[in-house]
């Protein structure tokens, strides 16, 4: 892999809020006494009652029990909100970008506050309160973001469903936790088509439990035409006109839930993560303002949908605890044209901006034309997230989009992490393409072998964290048991991340991928990341997944699936080429065995690839492919089956 090094440039360090003897400091002390250091930046939030205890955690077999600030009380909503009011009341809070590029509106704290206490009292009519559950099914519109809050007003326990999935996903997670109220909108609009919304509403709603549903409040966002069942469902411009736009917030216990989200789905049944009130916040606005640098006054734009784990910390409650302008897009980089994302940067002058590897192949498959006919002079650090961001995209990132004068920051964490647990902070990290660099503060990863046994220095193996921070999911909901069972059982005392990384000797870390997607070639343990690496990086190639499938001489062989550039044709020419390009990238041990030239690869909604499926092609078991429900485009998988190479 890549072993180019970059500077911190001087430009990022004089900015910056954290320079490297102040990173190395602060790390220390953050591990060295936990207590102190978080008794301190605990602080950074309001608290209705200040907390006087601050950590109360156990990895202990039998006994997983996660704690921070538990005697103190606080409210999300007037962290995110109110306690700006005085200060920067009409400085903007939301930028919000339509789908349509001549649609955007700019909504102030002040407007914030007013929005959502009305949202807040619209479902307090409604019999919601403390600790129930409430499902969000919506577009990316500023009402997410107002019923977020709203919920987190009330001490309500808000779970969010990708507005992409299906009635019957819906289904499951409304009946997984007990909503009993829904908010939705007519209609979504995503690359100019619509999203059929409150239908796919009323489809769930008979196939979950009778009579949990009792109220559906629906957003008017096109205008279309919906059924609406008297007595059940509202539109909530109607409902709105009907309350003011003052509402108390719920102090709460610091240790309240604040919200369910489940992962992915790539590697198995998506798991409902509980992540609480006062921990989360504190380690979510910390992380936003150190990771980002975010100085007051910048504009800052992460591309994920709220649906995601990465809307929730790094969209909504991050920034806005921080009390910045954070940038809520409605549409996709591709529409009306492949030039969007850099087109909405000039539009609206932003500083940050945050997105995800498989959105930047995706562009640059497209080339460098559609990136430079935009000036993206505001633009000062650029982040990425959701799987390991090969070499050759990093690169193209930095000198393509940055135009090597904008910090990357690759961050690695998990819906399960509730914030960013390995980063490079921009005025302090050398940065290496590829790695994710070092651990946040408060953050101790440790590397085992399959034993468990811990690895010191430079080594490959799998990634555990040894100790709690404050972001860290509490349970799974309604089953501590699965939760004890999926982080804490394979590894004792350790937290368990399902991924396989490798450490070097500057102590930088390099996510490897899933641990389940390590492939062994004639005994060799390789990482997917690797190949596939190595694989995007000819000049031809798109995208690639690498998984393992049994061979009679190797033990594993090796399948690629690569997707081509726009417009080129996969052959045998081509395909011996590829297995000499590997060979003499990585090694001959690395040379793919088998190459499908696939049009699409089977992605998560939210860009991930769905390795397990490509696996259960290429070992001819396809029968059944395990939970696809949260495949973005399920045709692609027919795809590839009827195509699949034959092993000799
Ligand atoms: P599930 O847990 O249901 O299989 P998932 O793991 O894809 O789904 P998420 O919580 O959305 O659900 O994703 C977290 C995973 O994404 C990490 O465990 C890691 O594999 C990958 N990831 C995220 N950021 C990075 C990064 N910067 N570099 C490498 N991998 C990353
Ligand atoms: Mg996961």
Same mark, same amino acid.
């Given at each position: 892999m890549s072993e180019k090094v970059i500077d911190v440039q001087d430009a990022w360090r004089e900015r910056a809020l954290i320079d490297d003897a102040k990173y190395k400091d602060m790390y220390t002390a953050s591990v060295s006494d936990p207590d102190a250091f978080w008794a301190e930046h605990g602080k950074r939030i309001d608290w209705s009652t200040p907390f006087t205890k601050v950590k109360n955690t156990s990895f202990a077999p039998g006994n997983i029990s996660i704690k921070w600030f538990e005697d103190g009380k606080t409210n999300v909503a007037l962290n995110c909100i109110d306690r700006h009011l005085e200060t920067r009341g009409d400085q903007t809070a939301i930028i919000w970008e339509g789908d349509d590029p001549n649609e955007s509106k700019h909504i102030t704290y002040r407007q914030l506050h007013a929005e959502v206490c009305r949202m807040a009292n619209v479902l307090r009519n409604r019999g919601v309160g403390k600790g129930d559950r409430v499902t969000l099914y919506l577009p990316m519109i500023p009402e997410?973001?107002?019923?977020?809050?709203?919920?987190?007003?009330?001490?309500?326990?808000?779970?969010?469903?990708?507005?992409?999935?299906?009635?019957?996903?819906?289904?499951?997670?409304?009946?997984?936790?007990?909503?009993?109220?829904?908010?939705?909108?007519?209609?979504?609009?995503?690359?100019?088509?619509?999203?059929?919304?409150?239908?796919?509403?009323?489809?769930?709603? +008979?196939?979950?439990?009778?009579?949990?549903?009792?109220?559906?409040?629906?957003?008017?966002?096109?205008?279309?035409?919906?059924?609406?069942?008297?007595?059940?469902?509202?539109?909530?411009?109607?409902?709105?006109e009907q309350v003011t736009d003052d509402c108390p917030a719920e102090a709460v216990d610091a240790e309240h839930p604040l919200f369910i989200l489940y992962t992915s789905g790539s590697t198995g049944q998506p798991k409902g993560v509980v992540h609480t009130t006062?921990?989360?916040?504190?380690?979510?606005?910390?992380?936003?303002?150190?990771?980002?640098?975010?100085?007051?006054?910048?504009?800052?734009?992460?591309?994920?949908?709220?649906?995601?784990?990465?809307?929730?910390?790094?969209?909504?409650?991050?920034?806005?605890?921080?009390?910045?302008?954070?940038?809520?897009?409605?549409?996709?980089?591709?529409?009306?044209?492949?030039?969007?994302?850099?087109?909405?940067?000039? +539009?609206?002058?932003?500083?940050?901006?945050?997105?995800?590897?498989?959105?930047?192949?995706?562009?640059?498959?497209?080339?460098?034309?559609?990136?430079? +006919? &935009?000036?993206?002079?505001?633009?000062?650090?650029?982040?990425?997230?959701?799987?390991?961001i090969n070499p050759e995209a990093w690169e193209w990132y930095y000198n393509v989009v940055g135009e090597q004068r904008c910090s990357i920051v690759d961050t690695w964490w998990q819906t399960e992490t509730g914030g960013i647990l390995i980063t490079p902070l921009p005025g302090a990290t050398k940065l290496k393409p590829g790695s994710a660099t070092r651990p946040f503060f408060g953050v101790q990863p440790v590397m085992v072998d399959a034993e468990g046994k811990e690895l010191e220095g430079k080594c490959e193996g799998n990634?555990?964290?040894?100790?709690?921070?404050?972001?860290?999911?509490? &349970?799974?909901?309604?089953?501590?048991?699965?939760?004890?069972?999926?982080?804490f059982s394979t590894?004792?005392?350790?937290?368990?991340?399902?991924?396989?990384?490798?450490?070097?000797?500057?102590?930088?870390?390099?996510? &490897?991928?899933?641990?389940?997607?390590?492939?062994?070639?004639?005994?060799?343990?390789?990482? &997917?990341?690797?190949?596939?690496?190595?694989?995007?990086?000819?000049?031809?190639?798109?995208?690639?997944?690498?998984?393992?499938?049994?061979?009679?001489?190797?033990?594993?062989?090796?399948?690629?699936?690569?997707?081509l550039n726009e417009g080129l044709e996969g052959?045998?020419?081509?395909?011996?080429?590829?297995?000499?390009?590997?060979?003499?990238?990585?090694?001959?041990?690395?040379?793919?065995?088998?190459?499908?030239?696939?049009?699409?690869?089977? +992605?998560?909604?939210?860009?991930?690839?769905?390795?397990?499926?490509?696996?259960?092609?290429?070992?001819?078991?396809?029968?059944?492919?395990?939970?696809?429900?949260?495949?973005?485009?399920?045709?692609?998988?027919?795809?590839?089956?009827?195509?699949?190479?034959?092993?000799?």
């Open positions: 997410a973001a107002y019923a977020m809050l709203a919920c987190a007003r009330l001490g309500a326990i808000h779970a969010i469903v990708f507005g992409g999935f299906s009635p019957d996903s819906l289904a499951s997670r409304i009946n997984g936790c007990g909503s009993k109220v829904v908010i939705t909108a007519d209609e979504g609009l995503r690359g100019g088509r619509k999203v059929p919304l409150k239908a796919n509403v009323d489809e769930a709603i +008979k196939r979950v439990e009778k009579d949990l549903v009792e109220h559906v409040i629906v957003v008017q966002r096109t205008g279309g035409n919906v059924a609406m069942e008297p007595g059940r469902d509202v539109y909530y411009h109607e409902a709105a006062g921990g989360y916040l504190v380690y979510a606005s910390m992380t936003h303002q150190y990771v980002f640098d975010y100085h007051d006054g910048d504009v800052y734009w992460c591309t994920a949908d709220v649906g995601w784990v990465t809307g929730h910390s790094y969209i909504v409650y991050g920034p806005l605890a921080n009390g910045a302008t954070t940038l809520m897009f409605e549409g996709i980089p591709t529409y009306p044209s492949n030039s969007r994302f850099w087109e909405v940067v000039d +539009k609206h002058n932003v500083n940050i901006f945050y997105t995800a590897p498989t959105a930047i192949r995706s562009l640059m498959g497209g080339g460098e034309g559609p990136v430079k +006919k &935009t000036s993206r002079k505001s633009l000062r650090v650029l982040g990425s997230v959701g799987e390991p990634l555990c964290i040894k100790d709690s921070w404050p972001g860290q999911m509490r &349970t799974v909901y309604g089953d501590h048991e699965r939760f004890e069972q999926t982080y590894y004792k005392n350790l937290y368990f991340t399902g991924d396989g990384a490798r450490r070097d000797d500057d102590g930088y870390y390099w996510i &490897t991928g899933r641990v389940d997607d390590v492939i062994n070639v004639s005994g060799h343990r390789m990482g &997917t990341a690797e190949v596939e690496s190595s694989l995007v990086a000819h000049p031809k190639v798109s995208e690639a997944a690498v998984v393992g499938y049994p061979h009679n001489v190797k033990g594993q062989g090796i399948y690629a699936y690569v997707t052959d045998d020419t081509l395909r011996k080429e590829l297995v000499t390009w590997v060979r003499k990238d990585i090694g001959p041990i690395a040379s793919p065995d088998l190459i499908q030239f696939a049009p699409g690869l089977p +992605k998560t909604r939210s860009g991930k690839i769905m390795r397990r499926i490509l696996r259960k092609i290429a070992e001819d078991d396809f029968g059944s492919l395990g939970d696809t429900s949260t495949l973005a485009e399920p045709a692609v998988v027919d795809d590839l089956i009827e195509n699949r190479q034959n092993r000799a």
